[in-house]
């Protein structure tokens, strides 16, 4: 496809179950980026992807959250032992990063996660 | 660290009519880049129109503009000729070359019939 495409769409869960987000960006975008939108707190960053490496973990809030990405492709965020806190949108973003150029990220559709 | 301010909660604008969306930031770096996305209720986020920090010129994008006051760090967005489509939430962004966008709160605007 065109776009950058995210999986599932939506995902209810229990508390403590591990949940797995997965995200396909732009064909031939070296970078790829997890947002989490949660109401109320609008769109915090998570983690950020130069080809298969993750240069800024920083936003990554706990040691629940993982993720990774491989053949410099589609990207999995995993989050272990659920908490209702983690109820939010999880939007992909990818990017050409073009030398010295605006970093124009193109967004996915996003996963919207509910735990119960 | 960098932070964008949307002061602006919700706003509305009546079909045809012109809306202004406050975006104030705060920055210590020169260089850097502010962005609007949309997010319709469909949740995907879609680039309005940027603005290179170091042009003095406002970026124009059919009926969006921008105003860019650097001195001041405010980077508003104006609707001219308001469409029913134009209803989403509406997000101020920045980016500095940390690579990573620092959104706003965001603004939800409603267009009236």
């Known amino acids: 496809g065109a776009g950058v495409s995210q999986s599932p769409s939506n995902k209810v869960t229990e508390k403590g179950k591990d949940v797995e987000l997965r995200c396909d960006p732009i064909?031939?975008?070296?970078?790829l980026y997890w947002y989490r939108q949660s109401l109320g707190q609008g769109l915090e960053f998570l983690i950020y992807?130069?080809?298969?490496?993750?240069?800024?973990k920083s936003g990554l809030p706990s040691d629940r959250f993982s993720a990774e990405r491989t053949g410099g492709s589609v990207s999995t965020l995993t989050i272990q032992r659920t908490q209702q806190e983690d109820s939010a949108v999880y939007l992909c973003?990818?990017?050409?990063?073009?030398?010295?150029?605006?970093?124009?990220?193109?967004f996915g559709p996003g996963t919207r996660l509910t735990v119960l | 660290a960098q932070t964008v301010t949307q002061s602006q909660p919700e706003m509305s604008v009546q079909e045809a009519e012109t809306v202004t969306l406050s975006c104030t930031y705060d920055?210590?770096?020169?260089?850097?880049?502010l962005f609007w996305y949309k997010q319709p209720p469909s949740r995907q986020m879609i680039l309005v129109i940027r603005q290179e920090a170091y042009k003095q010129q406002n970026a124009t994008e059919n009926r969006f503009s921008v105003n860019f006051q650097k001195a001041a760090k405010s980077f508003s967005l104006k609707i001219s000729d308001s469409q029913l489509g134009d209803a989403a939430m509406y997000f101020c962004a920045y980016e500095d070359g940390s690579e990573k966008l620092v959104f706003g709160k965001g603004t939800k605007l409603t267009v009236n019939p």
């Open positions: 064909s031939g975008h070296t970078a």
């Open positions: 920055t210590s770096e020169s260089d850097y880049y």
């Open positions: 992807f130069q080809g298969n490496s993750a240069p800024d």
């Open positions: 973003a990818s990017s050409s990063l073009l030398a010295g150029g605006p970093n124009e990220q193109f």
